[in-house]
């Protein structure tokens, strides 16, 4: 089992920067692919970013709308992914929703259906 805890949502003013956490623990060794989605109200949930364990194939990927404002990073140890980060900068409202951590096995990287472990999701509420 793989157990994902965000961290670091909350209200800030358009233009502003926050930064999520995501703590993995247990078998993470055996998951290769971390991602952030988000989902706003009345609208499903999308893919923001992604990133593979430091000795799985693969690369970042973005989605186009936070291409550039956006980075993801992890910290890992014997190639085991231990916390995942979103550094968001200049935050838009449109960026408001609720964002979840989210583990894959592989696949494509945004399809929701290809991930099989999920946190519990941080509220993130970007005003103008």
């Known amino acids: 089992q793989v157990h994902l805890v965000e961290s670091g949502g909350g209200s800030v003013q358009a233009g502003g920067s926050l930064r999520l956490s995501c703590v993995a623990s247990?078998?993470?060794?055996?998951?290769?692919?971390m991602a952030w989605f988000r989902q706003a109200p009345g609208k499903s949930r999308g893919a923001v970013a992604r990133?593979?364990?430091?000795?799985?194939?693969?690369?970042?990927?973005?989605?186009d709308s936070v291409e550039g404002r956006f980075t993801i990073s992890q910290d890992s140890a014997n190639n085991t992914v231990n916390t995942v980060y979103l550094q968001m900068n200049d935050l838009k409202p449109e960026d408001t929703g609720i964002y979840y951590c989210a583990a894959s096995y592989g696949g494509s990287w945004s399809s929701p259906e290809r991930y099989d472990h999920w946190g519990q999701g941080t509220q993130v509420t970007v005003v103008s």
């Open positions: 247990g078998y993470t060794y055996m998951v290769p692919y």
């Open positions: 990133i593979p364990a430091p000795d799985a194939p693969g690369s970042i990927f973005y989605a």
